[in-house]
């Protein structure tokens, strides 16, 4: 018990210090720099060596890791994972007055949000701004890391229906109040703080807002995880900790964290992308292989695409499948679909469920119920530039795109040990 607190503490410290892309990738870098991983960078040579531990980024918001073993090894051990969630982004020019009585900023909606779950939170903005010094751009990590917005909801006095179902504009309902006085320049006298930089060097930024409300534990027993962004930061940390924690010693085991799997993964820092493929073929190359050896590798090589799963609902039982139902704190959730929004197949299931067994955690399954299209994720993309076995899982929560969203918190602890084992191999 002492150690599953342990790894749900040091996730809830990880989501805490995350709130954007950008900030994942900040954190997941300070796990890997102290844990004596070397940063390479993608404009230069590599010259890789067998035992020892590197890191890439691309964009500032994807970043991928990888252990090389000491002696010959067969194939690689990947995961997969993302580093965004669905939030507001600021658009350019944000201010918008109300007459003289009020600031807000101008907004648009970044992946598939339950917009309601924003109204009437205290909320900052966090994200990376470009500027120019001395001619050149330059970036910063930009976090206003205080009580600094809110989206008011509409009193029940002026929409008698708002219990009813609501239909909102995000354009109209959603723009988050920043002040009670009409500013034109308030948020980017703001920014022009945060960033250290005058208005005049300030070239461009991309920033989100996020709830202040910070993760806790909650339930009689603390069986249950109260956090933003759960999805699919869980998964990204756990990754990243199974792999900072073990010792590869027949595969290369990488850890990749994309971003944009929310908006459908085509970018270059997403898993529609070649940054993964790339990657793998950098390493091969580095230590003497060849293009064919990297498709003998591929051949030998297994994928976990890891994002979160639906837990059955309490109040709305129906909605899942009538005879594979995932509760939280019932192990690993390996997700199934026939349309093939997941890549799991019979091989690559039974390929995790051995995994779980050897790990000593229990799995259950995931299949949409038949009348719902359900949601995808980052495998099959990352499936389709590299020919590699894939496998589709994920923790089982609740309120999945949510402001806040809810899991279990043994559950955790499962991944990490099963991710273990994994990169252990």
């Excluded at 930024?205 to 995880?225: A, H, K, M, S």
């Excluded at 590869?248 to 850890?255: A, I, M, T």
């Excluded at 997403?270 to 498709?295: C, H, N, P, Q, W």
Aim: some cysteine; proline content about 4%; charged content about 20%.
């Amino acid at each position: 018990m002492k150690e599953q607190n342990s790894t749900v503490q040091e996730l809830l410290y990880f989501i805490d210090h995350a709130p954007s892309p950008y900030h994942v990738v900040d954190q997941a870098k300070k796990m890997l720099e102290a844990a004596g991983f070397e940063r390479i960078s993608e404009k230069k040579s590599w010259e890789l060596q067998r035992g020892k531990s590197y890191y890439v980024t691309r964009q500032g918001s994807a970043i991928i890791a990888f252990r090389i073993p000491q002696e010959p090894w067969k194939g690689f051990h990947l995961a997969a994972s993302h580093s965004d969630s669905p939030a507001f982004k600021i658009k350019a020019n944000p201010e918008m007055t109300q007459g003289n009585l009020y600031t807000k900023l101008n907004v648009e909606r970044y992946g598939g949000m339950i917009l309601s779950t924003w109204f009437d939170r205290p909320l900052s903005v966090a994200g990376k701004v470009y500027m120019e010094e001395n001619g050149a751009i330059q970036k910063k990590l930009v976090n206003f890391d205080r009580d600094l917005l809110v989206i008011p909801s509409l009193a029940i006095h002026m929409n008698r229906e708002a219990n009813n179902g609501v239909k909102f504009s995000v354009q109209k309902d959603l723009c988050p109040l920043l002040s009670t006085t009409a500013d034109g320049e308030a948020f980017m006298k703001l920014l022009e703080q945060e960033a250290g930089a005058d208005r005049s060097q300030i070239l461009g930024y991309d920033l989100n807002l996020y709830t202040r409300q910070p993760g806790t534990l909650i339930g009689v027993d603390e069986d249950l995880i109260l956090s933003p962004r759960l999805d699919d930061q869980e998964c990204a940390f756990a990754s990243l900790k199974a792999l900072i924690e073990s010792n590869p010693r027949e595969y290369v085991s990488l850890c990749a964290v994309f971003d944009n799997e929310e908006v459908g993964s085509m970018s270059p820092q997403g898993a529609d992308s070649d940054f993964l493929r790339d990657t793998v073929k950098r390493v091969i190359y580095s230590l003497g292989g060849s293009e064919t050896s990297y498709m003998e590798t591929m051949a030998n090589s297994f994928m976990i695409s890891a994002d979160n799963a639906h837990a059955v609902h309490p109040n709305s039982p129906e909605k899942a499948d009538p005879t594979n139902r995932p509760a939280m704190n019932a192990g690993i959730v390996i997700k199934y679909s026939a349309a093939q929004k997941y890549t799991t197949s019979a091989y690559t299931g039974s390929v995790m469920k051995q995994l779980c067994r050897q790990a000593g955690v229990p799995c259950q399954v995931f299949h949409n119920h038949s009348d719902s299209l359900g949601g995808g994720t980052l495998g099959k993309y990352s499936a389709t530039h590299m020919s590699v076995a894939t496998v589709d899982i994920g923790l089982a929560q609740l309120a999945m795109h949510s402001a806040v969203e809810t899991a279990g918190s043994r559950d955790i602890e499962y991944l990490v040990r099963m991710m273990k084992s994994f990169y252990g191999m």
